[in-house]
Nanobody, 122 residues
Framework: QVQLVESGGGLVQAGGSLRLSCAASGRTFSNYFMGWFRQAPGKEREFAAAISWSGTSTYYADSVKGRFTISRDNAKNTVYLQMNSVKPEDTAVYYC???????????????WGQGTQVTVSS
């Protein structure tokens, strides 16, 4: 499995921006379909965004579409989540995950990072 480490979380005011990074190691990064998920307190983990192996296709949850952008740099073994116009309801622990198949379903991702906290103040 690939090892994943997220970074870039923190406290941001509503309307602001934040960029999350997820560095991969251990396996060939370009072999993995990558996703970002989030889990708010008391809620189930939910899909936020995903990107295909080459980065040509991206997928978003309706709740983040138009505000978040997922991208990847296969030369740097890193996937990013640019978060713009953030809202208090975006507050959650954000996880990156890797899958060998194209999917937005959490249970189909075999590798997960430890998560990074994002807190949006109103």
């Amino acid at each position: 499995q690939v090892q994943l480490v997220e970074s870039g979380g923190g406290l941001v005011q509503a309307g602001g921006s934040l960029r999350l990074s997820c560095a991969a190691s251990g396996r060939t990064f370009s072999n993995y379909f990558m996703g970002w998920f989030r889990q708010a307190p008391g809620k189930e983990r939910e899909f936020a965004a995903a990107i295909s192996w080459s980065g040509t296709s991206t997928y978003y949850a309706d709740s983040v579409k138009g505000r978040f952008t997922i991208s990847r740099d296969n030369a740097k073994n890193t996937v990013y989540l640019q978060m713009n116009s953030v809202k208090p309801e975006d507050t959650a622990v954000y996880y990156c995950a890797a899958s060998e198949t194209a999917t937005t379903l959490a249970h189909e991702y075999g590798s997960w990072g430890q998560g990074t906290q994002v807190t949006v103040s109103s």
